[in-house]
């Protein structure tokens, strides 16, 4: 089945969903109550809202991604994504009986804002079932990656997380040296400067590959030509990675003149209107979130107030175009050699970092965005990676939410910020910061689990694992 046609279908059964969420919801307010009226009759008084929640959902489902495709299968992200959707979906049921003067049962809109979403996330789980199914994955064509370094090792991972993609990687090939790590997914080869041309296509035809995906950055070498030319010839259909595929913040089109094709990388421009309503989602929220955790923030403020005698502190960054800013934390050393309790609680659950929202107040920086650095960093960038100083930097971000840290490296987080810089939509915000949610949760209560487990073993034992985990954090 081809992606699109999957896509629709996961539309379908989402829309079948809603009419019989819905149905349900109306039998449990109604029937229950009056067992003389069934629950049909009700049903037809519903059909505003049946339209506009299926005109509604079909609009979020394309713009928002509700497939769970996107980015690989994360259950956080597609949960939150859920939720979001769910949540506007509700808004605009409330606005159109608003408008029209229709009365819906408080009752009916509670059950159906309860079945909908547990529906639709069962209706995904079934769906990655069937597609991680030996079933499904024996009708996916067999592939092997031409390629070593981080972006063969990326591209593998990437079509890993996608079980919708026909493809099977069963192994990586390079040229020219002796690694172990050449075939590193199933054992499949030796690199190809060892071994002949037709030594490698009789392999390959042994071991049934149907595609090669070229993942090198330049395919000039004479070996890997003829190698290219014989799976052609053997109907191995090929595959090429574009040499500048990390050029997140442009949209790559393929253009033909007369066959030969030409890569166009188009920027994409943000709108005074864009910028303004992420400026006004951001006010909006860090002012709710503010008041909802002010009396926490003023606690852990007192609490760091008495131990330390200075309850802030901030720390140099660099912002947007590379500007510098005071970045506001409590002042509470992350990486500490022995922690107090206290520390190590506000730092799991990062109550360390709801300072920031009074940087979000003054527009240094964002709800979500690249997490701003150090200058010091920031002087060692790339031309790639300094492309994350574009836009406003984030309390939170994509990276942060694939569980990466101050001590990773700016390299792998510049993969994650530049997609959401090139991808970034008002919703996908929204996503995120309920991703990010469900992340500290994640996060904090796996930290607890540890924490008890060392606490829990001799003092001796204890305190060398505590020492090891901490020198690591600091490295």
């Known amino acids: 089945m081809k992606i699109r046609d999957l896509r629709y279908s996961i539309l379908t059964a989402d829309l079948l969903w809603l009419l019989g969420s819905l149905y349900f919801a109306i039998q449990l307010r109604y029937v229950p109550a009056s067992r003389a009226v069934g629950g049909t009759e009700h049903f037809l008084q519903y059909s505003l809202m049946i339209l506009t929640a299926a005109f509604v959902w079909s609009f979020l489902y394309f713009q928002m991604h509700l497939d769970g495709f996107r980015g690989g299968w994360h259950l956080p992200t597609i949960i939150s994504r859920v939720i979001v959707a769910v949540t506007i979906l509700m808004v605009f049921v409330l606005a159109s009986a608003f408008l029209a003067k229709h009365y819906y049962s408080r009752l009916v809109l509670l059950y159906f804002a309860c079945l909908f979403p547990v529906g639709l996330l069962g209706i995904r789980f079934a769906l990655r079932s069937l597609l991680a199914s030996r079933f499904y994955r024996a009708a996916a064509h067999r592939c092997v990656i031409l390629g070593q370094g981080p972006v063969a090792m990326e591209l593998a991972r990437k079509i890993a997380a996608h079980p919708e993609m026909p493809f099977q990687v069963i192994g990586l090939l390079y040229p020219g040296e002796m690694d172990g790590s050449n075939g590193v997914l199933n054992g499949l080869a030796k690199p190809l400067a060892s071994v002949n041309t037709l030594q490698v296509l009789d392999l390959l035809a042994r071991q049934?590959?149907?595609?090669?995906?070229?993942?090198?950055?330049?395919?000039?070498?004479?070996?890997v030509r003829k190698l290219i030319d014989g799976c052609r010839k053997v109907q191995i259909q090929i595959f090429v990675v574009p040499q500048w595929y990390d050029l997140y913040v442009s949209k790559a089109e393929l253009v033909e003149i007369d066959g030969l094709p030409l890569l166009s990388l188009r920027e994409r421009s943000s709108s005074a209107v864009d910028f303004g309503l992420k400026r006004g989602i951001d006010l909006l929220m860090s002012l709710g979130i503010l008041t909802l955790l002010s009396p926490l923030l003023a606690f852990a403020a007192f609490i760091v107030l008495r131990k330390k005698g200075r309850a802030f502190r901030t720390e140099l960054r660099c912002?947007?175009?590379?500007?510098?800013?005071?970045?506001?934390?409590?002042n509470i050393e992350r990486h500490a050699i022995n922690p107090q309790a206290y520390e190590?609680?506000?730092?799991?659950?990062?109550?360390?970092?709801?300072?920031?929202?009074?940087?979000?107040?003054?527009?240094?920086?964002?709800?979500?965005?690249?997490?701003?650095?150090?200058?010091?960093?920031?002087?060692?960038y790339s031309d790639w990676q300094r492309q994350r100083l574009r836009v406003r930097p984030g309390?939170?971000?994509?990276?942060?939410?694939?569980g990466l840290r101050e001590q990773?490296?700016?390299?792998?987080?510049?993969?994650f910020d530049l997609q959401y810089i090139f991808h970034w939509s008002p919703l996908w915000d929204l996503t995120l910061i309920l991703e990010t949610v469900w992340t500290l949760l994640f996060r904090?209560?796996?930290?607890?689990?540890?924490?008890?487990?060392?606490?829990?073993?001799?003092?001796?034992?204890?305190?060398?694992?505590?020492?090891?985990?901490?020198?690591?954090?600091r490295t």
């Not at 730092?347 to 920031?356: D, G």
């Not at 607890?448 to 505590?466: C, G, L, Y």
Request: hydrophobic fraction near 35%; glycine fraction near 8%.
């Open 208 to 223: 049934e590959v149907h595609r090669l995906i070229i993942a090198m950055p330049q395919t000039s070498g004479s070996e």
């Open 395 to 402: 309390v939170t971000g994509l990276a942060q939410v694939n």
């Open 344 to 380: 190590r609680l506000l730092v799991r659950w990062s109550l360390t970092e709801l300072p920031q929202l009074w940087n979000v107040l003054r527009g240094d920086m964002s709800l979500v965005g690249p997490r701003p650095e150090s200058a010091e960093r920031v002087k060692y």
């Open 319 to 330: 912002g947007k175009d590379g500007i510098p800013f005071g970045m506001w934390r409590l």
């Open 408 to 415: 990773h490296s700016s390299e792998e987080k510049a993969r």
């Open 444 to 473: 904090g209560l796996q930290q607890q689990r540890v924490d008890s487990t060392i606490a829990d073993k001799p003092r001796e034992q204890s305190e060398f694992v505590t020492r090891e985990v901490q020198n690591v954090n």
